[in-house]
Protein backbone atom coordinates (compact mmCIF):
# COMPACT_ATOMS: atom_id res chain seq x y z
CA UNK A 1 0.00 0.00 0.00
CA UNK A 2 1.44 3.46 -0.70
CA UNK A 3 2.51 5.34 1.96
CA UNK A 4 3.91 9.18 2.53
CA UNK A 5 7.61 8.95 4.11
CA UNK A 6 9.02 11.37 6.37
CA UNK A 7 12.82 11.61 6.92
CA UNK A 8 15.13 11.60 9.14
CA UNK A 9 12.51 10.26 11.94
CA UNK A 10 14.10 12.04 14.42
CA UNK A 11 16.31 15.19 14.32
CA UNK A 12 17.76 17.34 17.11
CA UNK A 13 19.16 20.99 16.08
CA UNK A 14 21.06 23.55 18.16
CA UNK A 15 18.34 27.78 18.22
CA UNK A 16 19.27 29.37 15.51
CA UNK A 17 20.57 26.61 12.74
CA UNK A 18 18.19 26.26 10.32
CA UNK A 19 16.70 22.55 9.35
CA UNK A 20 14.76 20.79 6.80
CA UNK A 21 12.84 18.33 6.70
CA UNK A 22 11.83 16.08 4.20
CA UNK A 23 8.79 14.35 2.87
CA UNK A 24 7.78 12.05 -0.25
CA UNK A 25 4.22 12.18 -1.00
CA UNK A 26 2.45 9.46 -2.31
CA UNK A 27 2.90 9.12 -6.04
CA UNK A 28 -0.25 10.15 -7.79
CA UNK A 29 -1.04 12.86 -5.44
CA UNK A 30 -1.42 16.85 -5.99
CA UNK A 31 -2.09 17.83 -2.95
CA UNK A 32 0.65 18.16 -0.26
CA UNK A 33 -0.03 19.74 3.66
CA UNK A 34 2.29 20.12 6.78
CA UNK A 35 1.24 19.92 10.07
CA UNK A 36 2.96 20.04 13.62
CA UNK A 37 1.92 18.34 16.59
CA UNK A 38 3.41 19.70 20.22
CA UNK A 39 3.85 17.31 22.88
CA UNK A 40 0.78 16.57 24.36
CA UNK A 41 -1.29 18.83 22.17
CA UNK A 42 -3.39 18.65 19.09
CA UNK A 43 -2.34 18.25 15.81
CA UNK A 44 -2.06 21.67 13.75
CA UNK A 45 -2.45 22.55 10.47
CA UNK A 46 0.81 25.09 9.02
CA UNK A 47 0.55 24.33 4.69
CA UNK A 48 -1.23 23.43 2.16
CA UNK A 49 0.77 23.08 -1.50
CA UNK A 50 -0.49 22.54 -4.89
CA UNK A 51 0.40 23.28 -8.29
CA UNK A 52 4.12 24.03 -7.15
CA UNK A 53 2.79 26.83 -4.97
CA UNK A 54 0.91 27.27 -1.32
CA UNK A 55 -2.48 27.20 -1.69
CA UNK A 56 -3.39 27.69 2.10
CA UNK A 57 -1.18 28.69 5.20
CA UNK A 58 -2.25 29.26 9.09
CA UNK A 59 -1.07 31.92 11.53
CA UNK A 60 1.88 29.39 12.64
CA UNK A 61 3.08 29.41 9.12
CA UNK A 62 5.45 32.60 9.05
CA UNK A 63 8.46 34.19 7.41
CA UNK A 64 10.20 31.54 9.05
CA UNK A 65 9.02 28.59 7.55
CA UNK A 66 9.07 27.62 3.53
CA UNK A 67 7.95 24.75 1.89
CA UNK A 68 9.41 23.73 -1.30
CA UNK A 69 8.87 20.36 -3.78
CA UNK A 70 12.79 20.46 -5.19
CA UNK A 71 11.82 17.89 -7.33
CA UNK A 72 9.46 15.29 -8.21
CA UNK A 73 8.76 13.12 -5.57
CA UNK A 74 10.15 15.16 -2.75
CA UNK A 75 8.77 18.26 -0.26
CA UNK A 76 10.46 19.95 2.19
CA UNK A 77 9.65 22.39 4.87
CA UNK A 78 12.27 24.36 5.75
CA UNK A 79 12.77 26.38 9.01
CA UNK A 80 14.66 29.02 9.15
CA UNK A 81 16.09 29.90 12.58
CA UNK A 82 14.55 27.49 14.97
CA UNK A 83 13.43 28.41 18.43
CA UNK A 84 12.37 25.90 21.53
CA UNK A 85 9.10 26.71 20.74
CA UNK A 86 9.52 24.66 17.29
CA UNK A 87 10.19 21.60 19.16
CA UNK A 88 7.37 19.06 18.12
CA UNK A 89 6.29 16.64 15.89
CA UNK A 90 5.83 17.41 12.38
CA UNK A 91 3.44 15.38 9.69
CA UNK A 92 3.90 15.48 6.51
CA UNK A 93 0.55 14.43 4.32
CA UNK A 94 -0.95 14.13 0.88
CA UNK A 95 -3.89 13.99 -0.71
CA UNK A 96 -5.21 12.62 -4.14
CA UNK A 97 -6.80 16.35 -4.91
CA UNK A 98 -8.48 19.24 -2.97
CA UNK A 99 -11.74 17.03 -1.88
CA UNK A 100 -9.81 14.03 -0.96
CA UNK A 101 -8.58 13.24 2.92
CA UNK A 102 -5.31 13.46 3.61
CA UNK A 103 -2.83 10.42 4.02
CA UNK A 104 -0.06 11.10 7.12
CA UNK A 105 3.52 10.14 6.99
CA UNK A 106 4.79 8.50 10.44
CA UNK A 107 6.08 12.42 11.33
CA UNK A 108 9.75 13.60 12.26
CA UNK A 109 10.42 14.54 16.16
CA UNK A 110 12.22 17.54 16.17
CA UNK A 111 13.96 18.47 18.94
CA UNK A 112 15.80 22.20 19.22
CA UNK A 113 18.28 22.59 22.38
CA UNK B 1 -13.80 31.18 16.45
CA UNK B 2 -14.02 27.65 14.86
CA UNK B 3 -12.99 25.16 17.30
CA UNK B 4 -13.42 21.48 17.55
CA UNK B 5 -13.42 19.80 20.92
CA UNK B 6 -14.11 16.31 22.46
CA UNK B 7 -15.96 15.87 26.12
CA UNK B 8 -13.57 12.94 27.57
CA UNK B 9 -9.90 13.14 27.31
CA UNK B 10 -9.40 9.14 28.02
CA UNK B 11 -11.98 6.20 27.46
CA UNK B 12 -11.39 2.64 28.92
CA UNK B 13 -13.63 -0.18 27.27
CA UNK B 14 -14.05 -4.42 27.63
CA UNK B 15 -12.58 -5.96 24.50
CA UNK B 16 -15.42 -7.04 22.62
CA UNK B 17 -17.30 -4.42 23.66
CA UNK B 18 -18.79 -1.50 21.37
CA UNK B 19 -16.50 1.83 21.76
CA UNK B 20 -18.54 5.53 21.46
CA UNK B 21 -16.01 8.14 21.08
CA UNK B 22 -17.50 12.22 21.08
CA UNK B 23 -16.63 15.41 19.54
CA UNK B 24 -18.57 18.76 19.54
CA UNK B 25 -17.71 21.47 17.09
CA UNK B 26 -18.45 24.89 17.26
CA UNK B 27 -19.13 25.98 13.33
CA UNK B 28 -22.06 25.32 11.65
CA UNK B 29 -21.06 25.94 8.57
CA UNK B 30 -18.89 22.97 8.80
CA UNK B 31 -19.48 20.75 6.17
CA UNK B 32 -17.11 17.88 6.21
CA UNK B 33 -15.44 15.95 9.27
CA UNK B 34 -12.88 13.19 9.81
CA UNK B 35 -11.77 10.95 12.37
CA UNK B 36 -8.24 9.78 13.02
CA UNK B 37 -6.49 7.26 14.30
CA UNK B 38 -3.31 8.04 15.97
CA UNK B 39 -0.89 4.96 17.97
CA UNK B 40 2.07 5.83 19.79
CA UNK B 41 5.20 6.45 17.88
CA UNK B 42 3.08 7.00 14.70
CA UNK B 43 1.02 9.62 12.28
CA UNK B 44 -2.53 9.94 11.82
CA UNK B 45 -4.53 7.33 10.33
CA UNK B 46 -7.49 8.05 8.36
CA UNK B 47 -10.38 6.08 9.86
CA UNK B 48 -13.66 7.53 8.04
CA UNK B 49 -15.08 10.84 7.08
CA UNK B 50 -18.75 12.41 6.36
CA UNK B 51 -19.78 15.56 4.76
CA UNK B 52 -22.62 17.76 6.33
CA UNK B 53 -25.34 16.38 3.67
CA UNK B 54 -25.16 12.96 5.92
CA UNK B 55 -26.05 11.79 9.18
CA UNK B 56 -24.44 8.40 9.45
CA UNK B 57 -21.75 6.84 7.25
CA UNK B 58 -20.60 3.29 7.95
CA UNK B 59 -17.10 1.59 7.20
CA UNK B 60 -16.02 -1.87 8.71
CA UNK B 61 -16.73 -1.87 12.04
CA UNK B 62 -17.14 1.90 12.67
CA UNK B 63 -19.79 4.58 12.29
CA UNK B 64 -19.52 7.99 12.28
CA UNK B 65 -23.19 9.76 13.18
CA UNK B 66 -23.13 13.86 12.34
CA UNK B 67 -25.82 15.49 14.39
CA UNK B 68 -26.19 18.83 13.02
CA UNK B 69 -28.54 20.03 15.47
CA UNK B 70 -26.16 20.57 18.33
CA UNK B 71 -23.02 20.06 16.66
CA UNK B 72 -22.26 16.71 18.01
CA UNK B 73 -20.18 14.20 15.41
CA UNK B 74 -19.46 10.44 17.20
CA UNK B 75 -17.41 7.39 16.01
CA UNK B 76 -18.72 4.16 17.15
CA UNK B 77 -16.34 1.32 16.88
CA UNK B 78 -17.90 -2.36 16.83
CA UNK B 79 -16.49 -5.06 18.92
CA UNK B 80 -13.22 -3.25 19.92
CA UNK B 81 -10.07 -4.89 20.06
CA UNK B 82 -6.90 -4.45 21.46
CA UNK B 83 -5.40 -3.13 17.85
CA UNK B 84 -8.25 -0.11 18.48
CA UNK B 85 -6.24 1.02 21.52
CA UNK B 86 -5.26 4.42 20.36
CA UNK B 87 -5.88 8.47 20.32
CA UNK B 88 -8.67 9.42 17.95
CA UNK B 89 -9.15 12.83 16.91
CA UNK B 90 -11.59 14.11 14.80
CA UNK B 91 -11.63 17.31 12.61
CA UNK B 92 -13.19 19.36 11.09
CA UNK B 93 -11.88 21.12 7.36
CA UNK B 94 -11.46 25.02 7.53
CA UNK B 95 -13.95 26.63 6.12
CA UNK B 96 -13.27 26.98 1.95
CA UNK B 97 -10.22 25.09 2.84
CA UNK B 98 -9.25 21.96 1.00
CA UNK B 99 -9.93 18.96 2.83
CA UNK B 100 -6.10 19.04 4.66
CA UNK B 101 -6.67 22.33 5.86
CA UNK B 102 -8.41 20.98 9.13
CA UNK B 103 -8.84 21.57 12.63
CA UNK B 104 -8.17 19.04 15.14
CA UNK B 105 -9.83 18.53 18.17
CA UNK B 106 -7.37 17.34 21.25
CA UNK B 107 -8.21 13.44 21.02
CA UNK B 108 -9.98 11.35 23.24
CA UNK B 109 -7.50 8.14 24.18
CA UNK B 110 -9.00 5.05 23.72
CA UNK B 111 -7.67 1.56 25.72
CA UNK B 112 -8.92 -1.36 25.45
CA UNK B 113 -8.75 -4.25 28.13
CA UNK B 114 -8.42 -8.20 27.24
Known amino acids: EPEVTQTPSHQVTQMGQEVILRCVPISNHLYFYWYRQILGQKVEFLVS????????KSEIFDDQFSVERPDGSNFTLKIRSTKLEDSAMYFC???????????FGQGTRLTVV | GESVGLHLPTLSVQEGDNSIINCAYS??????FIWYKQESGKGPQFIIDIRSNMDKRQGQRVTVLLNKTVKHLSLQIAATQPGDSAVYFC?????????????FGKGTKLSVKP
Open chain 1, 93 to 103: ASGRDRNTEAF
Open chain 1, 49 to 56: FYNNEISE
Open chain 2, 91 to 103: AERKDGGSQGNLI
Open chain 2, 27 to 32: NSASDY
